[in-house]
């Protein structure tokens, strides 16, 4: 069965340092990969994804993770800070059954320091 | 352009009262249409979902129902709420033009008191 495990339910960086946000996931199958950043009060909104192909992609708003299938982990890298990053970040990982399933990890809530 | 509709953004209902949220998406037709619960410190969890017009697949036992009677349009429903009902409700889509991404709506906030 597929799991997602992110470690650190609560990350906080200074303005400008670089943002790292770890995911390791479990899965019996090639896995498709997903970050997803949740600001207050809304929804879910896609950042980057892995499919197939090149394992370094590159998202939205500066982000980007590396699929690397020898460590499963899939984290999120931002080189420099901004205030309006400060959010829930959530990894998750696909299972196709009849219908995309996806199963999330528990979160983890990003605090940019001023 | 695709978007996706949830409606009302935030409710508050008595226990034991009935519930009715709706969902709604536009731009795309036959989507994957899917109902998710975020709880306090508990992630995400898949509740519902549906493949098409009438076919709704349950993930978690529960007092919660869904129905699609469009083909872009899915509601999830409760005959008597429960204060462990209390969440914020996701509905997602896939759409037929690319199944392997999930699109989130804005939510609906309910508190059962």
């Known amino acids: 069965a597929q799991s997602v495990t992110q470690l650190g339910s609560h990350v906080s960086v200074s303005e400008g340092a670089l943002v790292l946000l770890r995911c390791n996931y479990s899965?019996?199958?090639?896995?498709?990969l997903f970050w997803y950043v949740q600001y207050p009060n809304q929804g879910l909104q896609l950042l980057l994804k892995?499919?197939?192909?090149?394992?370094l992609v590159k998202g939205i708003n500066g982000f980007e993770a590396e699929f690397k299938k020898s460590e499963t982990s899939f984290h999120l890298t931002k080189p420099s800070a901004h205030m309006s990053d400060a959010a829930e970040y959530f990894c998750?990982?696909?299972?196709?059954?009849?219908?995309?399933?996806?199963?999330f990890g528990q979160g983890t809530r990003l605090t940019i320091n001023p | 352009s695709q978007t996706i509709h949830q409606w009302p953004a935030t409710l508050v209902q008595p226990v034991g009262s009935p519930l009715s949220l709706e969902c709604t998406v536009e731009?795309?037709?036959?989507?994957?249409l899917y109902w998710y619960r975020q709880a306090a410190g508990r992630g995400l969890q898949l509740l519902f979902y549906?493949?098409?017009?009438?076919?709704i697949s349950s993930e978690v036992p529960q007092n919660l129902s869904a129905s699609r009677p469009q083909d872009r349009q899915f509601i999830l429903s409760s005959k008597k709420l429960l204060l462990s009902d209390s969440g914020f409700y996701l509905c997602?889509?896939?759409?037929?033009?690319?199944?392997?991404?999930?699109?989130f709506g804005p939510g609906t906030r309910l508190t059962v008191l």
């Open positions: 998750a990982v696909t299972l196709f059954q009849g219908a995309q399933k996806l199963v």
């Open positions: 899965s019996s199958v090639p896995p498709y």
């Open positions: 892995y499919t197939t192909g090149a394992t």
């Open positions: 731009g795309t037709s036959n989507p994957n």
């Open positions: 549906s493949v098409g017009i009438g076919q």
């Open positions: 997602a889509y896939t759409p037929r033009e690319s199944t392997d991404t999930q699109y």
